[in-house]
C-alpha cells in the first residue's frame, strides 16, 4: 500500500529560525512528490518535484528530492509567524495523490 | 494555474439528511478529485470525478454515500448522503493543472458539521 510519512509531525520555533520538514514514501509508479501549505482550509501549492537533486525554490522556501532513497525536504530559512500552517506533503502514484499526516509548524514571535 | 470555487463555503447540518457541494473551475480541465479531510488528520481522496462517466472511488467510499456528479468538463458537484456526525470535515475538490499536468491544486473547502 501507497505511504507518506512526515516528521516531525510538529515543531515550534522562533522567528528568524530555519526549518527542515521531511516527507519520506513508499508508492508504486511514482509521478511526482507535490509540497503544499494549509493555513484554513484549502492547502495551497508549493513545489512539485519530480526529478532527483534539482532544487526548487521560492524566495525563503526551498525543497529537494531523493528519488534513490525515497524522500524529499523543504527548508524555511529566516522564518516568519505568517510561516505558521501545517504543511503537507504528498506524492503522485497512478493519477492518484497520497498525503502525509502533516507537520504542524508553529513560529513564534 | 486553474481557479476553483466551491458552495457552500460551510454549512451546518442535521443527521440523515444530504449535502450537494459544488466545485466550479474557470477552465477546462480533465481530471477532478474530491478529498476529505476530517478533524486533525491528513487529506483522504474520495474519488476521481469523470466527465462522460461514473466517478471512480477509492477503497472505503462507496456511491450510495457520495455520489458525484461531472456533466462538463468545468463543474462537478459531490453529495453527502444521510449524514452522521462521523462525516463531519472539510470537503476539498481539486483538478489537474492541465500545463503542468501533475500540479493539483485545490478549491477553497467546504466546511461541513453534523449535529
Known amino acids: 500500500e501507497d505511504k507518506v510519512v512526515q516528521s516531525p509531525l510538529s515543531l515550534v520555533v522562533h522567528e528568524g529560525d530555519t526549518v527542515t520538514l521531511n516527507c519520506s514514501y513508499e508508492?508504486?509508479?511514482?509521478?511526482?512528490l507535490l509540497w503544499y501549505k494549509q493555513e484554513k482550509k484549502a492547502p495551497t501549492f508549493l513545489f512539485m518535484l519530480?526529478?532527483?537533486?534539482i532544487e526548487k525554490k521560492s524566495g525563503r522556501l526551498s525543497s529537494i528530492l531523493d528519488k534513490k532513497e525515497l524522500f524529499s525536504i523543504l527548508n524555511i530559512t529566516a522564518t516568519q509567524t505568517g510561516d505558521s500552517a501545517v504543511y503537507l506533503c504528498a506524492v503522485g502514484g497512478a493519477q492518484k495523490l497520497v498525503f502525509g499526516q502533516g507537520t504542524r509548524l508553529t513560529i513564534n514571535p | 494555474s486553474a481557479v476553483i470555487s466551491q458552495k457552500p463555503s460551510r454549512d451546518i447540518c442535521q443527521r440523515g439528511t444530504s449535502l450537494t457541494i459544488q466545485c466550479q473551475v474557470d477552465s477546462q480541465v480533465t481530471m477532478m478529485f474530491w478529498y476529505r479531510q476530517q478533524p486533525g488528520q491528513s487529506l483522504t481522496l474520495i474519488a476521481t470525478a469523470n466527465q462522460g462517466s461514473e466517478a471512480t472511488y477509492e477503497s472505503g467510499f462507496v456511491i450510495d454515500k457520495f455520489p458525484i456528479s461531472r456533466p462538463n468538463l468545468t463543474f462537478s458537484t459531490l453529495t453527502v448522503s444521510n449524514m452522521s456526525p462521523e462525516d463531519s470535515s472539510i470537503y476539498l475538490c481539486s483538478v489537474e493543472d492541465g500545463a503542468n499536468s501533475y500540479e493539483q491544486y485545490f478549491g477553497p473547502g467546504t466546511r461541513l458539521t453534523v449535529t
Open positions: 519530480t526529478s532527483s537533486g
Open positions: 508508492v508504486t509508479n511514482f509521478r511526482s
